[in-house]
C-alpha cells in the first residue's frame, strides 16, 4: 500500500475551477499503479471521476467528461484533478485512490483500489 494525503479542496462558485493534488508516500512509478480519484456525497455512493493506468489511460465518469483532468507527476509522486465548469452537482468529498495494476485500471467499484487518501471537501455554490 501507499499512504496518500490530498489537498486543494475548497469553496468555489458555480463556473469555477479548483485543482486537486494527491501526494503519495511511496512509488507510483510508470505503469505500477492506477490512480483514480472518486468522490462520495451525503446519501450516495462513492463514484469514481476519473482514473488513470500506469502509461496514461485516462477514465473519466460521464459527468465531469470534457470539464475535469487527471494528470500525474511520476517524478513527485503525485496526482492531479484539474477541475473547470464545476457545477453545484459536483459538491462532495473527494477522495484520491490508489490500486496496484500493471498498465490498466480496475473498474469503477472502490473495492478494486487498495490505498485511500482522507478526502479534501470541495463545495460548489450556485
Known amino acids: 500500500q501507499v499512504q496518500l494525503v490530498e489537498s486543494g479542496g475548497g469553496s468555489v462558485q458555480a463556473g469555477g475551477s479548483l485543482r486537486l493534488s494527491c501526494t503519495t508516500s511511496?512509488?507510483?512509478?510508470?505503469?505500477?499503479?492506477?490512480m483514480a480519484w472518486f468522490r462520495q456525497s451525503p446519501g450516495k455512493e462513492r463514484e469514481r471521476v476519473a482514473a488513470?493506468?500506469?502509461?496514461?489511460?485516462?477514465f473519466y465518469a460521464d459527468s465531469v467528461k470534457g470539464r475535469f483532468t487527471i494528470s500525474r507527476d511520476n517524478a513527485k509522486n503525485t496526482l492531479y484533478l484539474q477541475m473547470n465548469s464545476l457545477k453545484p452537482e459536483d459538491t462532495a468529498m473527494y477522495f484520491c485512490?490508489?490500486?496496484?495494476?500493471?498498465?490498466?485500471?480496475?473498474?469503477?467499484?472502490?473495492?478494486?483500489?487498495?490505498?485511500w487518501g482522507q478526502g479534501t471537501q470541495v463545495t460548489v455554490s450556485s
Open positions: 485512490a490508489a490500486a496496484p495494476s500493471w498498465n490498466n485500471c480496475p473498474g469503477m467499484e472502490p473495492k478494486g483500489y487498495s490505498s
Open positions: 511511496g512509488y507510483i512509478g510508470r505503469g505500477s499503479f492506477c
Open positions: 488513470m493506468a500506469g502509461f496514461g489511460a485516462m
